[in-house]
T-cell receptor, first 109, second 114 residues
Framework: AQRVTQPEKLLSVFKGAPVELKCNYS??????LFWYVQYSRQRLQLLLRHISRESIKGFTADLNKGETSFHLKKPFAQEEDSAMYYC???????????FGQGTTLQVKP | NAGVTQTPKFRILKIGQSMTLQCAQD?????MYWYRQDPGMGLKLIYY???????DKGEVPNGYNVSRSTTEDFPLRLELAAPSQTSVYFC?????????????FGDGTRLSIL
């Protein structure tokens, strides 16, 4: 069965500290993975997609097929990074997304 | 450029009432989706559509119906509202199914069934 697991509901760090939001997936086949972010009072929006291998707002995420993980990382957290982060697994033929439970990142000053 | 527009933003219903949550997009996207988000849970897919006239069930379709008569609109219908349907509902659209095409989300509709 396809599943996405984000084990942490809340991650609280101080400004300037490294951040790692964990995401593990279960999928038979070649996965399409995304990170979406929802800032306070804003819409859910795409942050990263694994296929692009990009860095957005200092965040990166590497797909590790051996560990079935797609952890989101940032070396130095900023207060404006405080938000809800969702890892999502995509279906290649319908574009459907399966979301993890979400992790709230709280960056303290 | 409105993107994905959902109406209403908030609604309170009594048990057994019916209502339609509206979703419209102005990006000429073929793919549209309805999700619900319960407290502490991720988003779960209710229904989706890959084009006008085509709809299919997601993970949690029971108690809901959809239609897609135009590319722009994808309304979600609750026929007999139940307390278990209290949730935040998100509509999303996507140009196609390729992985470089992200889903675009609306602001959500917060629905309470009392």
């Amino acid at each position: 069965a396809q599943r996405v697991t984000q084990p942490e509901k809340l991650l609280s760090v101080f400004k300037g500290a490294p951040v790692e939001l964990k995401c593990n997936y279960s999928y038979s086949g070649s996965p399409e993975l995304f990170w979406y972010v929802q800032y306070s009072r804003q819409r859910l929006q795409l942050l990263l997609r694994h296929i692009s291998r990009e860095s957005i707002k200092g965040f990166t995420a590497d797909l590790n097929k051996g560990e079935t993980s797609f952890h989101l990382k940032k070396p130095f957290a900023q207060e404006e990074d405080s938000a809800m982060y969702y890892c999502a697994l995509g279906s290649s033929n319908t574009g459907k997304l399966i979301f993890g439970q979400g992790t709230t990142l709280q960056v303290k000053p | 450029n409105a993107g994905v527009t959902q109406t209403p933003k908030f609604r309170i219903l009594k048990i057994g009432q019916s209502m339609t949550l509206q979703c419209a997009q102005d990006m000429n996207h073929n793919y549209m989706y309805w999700y619900r988000q319960d407290p502490g849970m991720g988003l779960k897919l209710i229904y989706y559509s890959v084009g006008a006239g085509i709809t299919d069930k997601g993970e949690v379709p029971n108690g809901y119906n959809v239609s897609r008569s135009t590319t722009e609109d994808f309304p979600l219908r609750l026929e007999l509202a139940a307390p278990s349907q209290t949730s935040v509902y998100f509509c999303a659209s996507r140009l196609g199914h390729y992985s470089n095409q992200p889903q675009h989300f609306g602001d959500g509709t917060r629905l309470s069934i009392l």
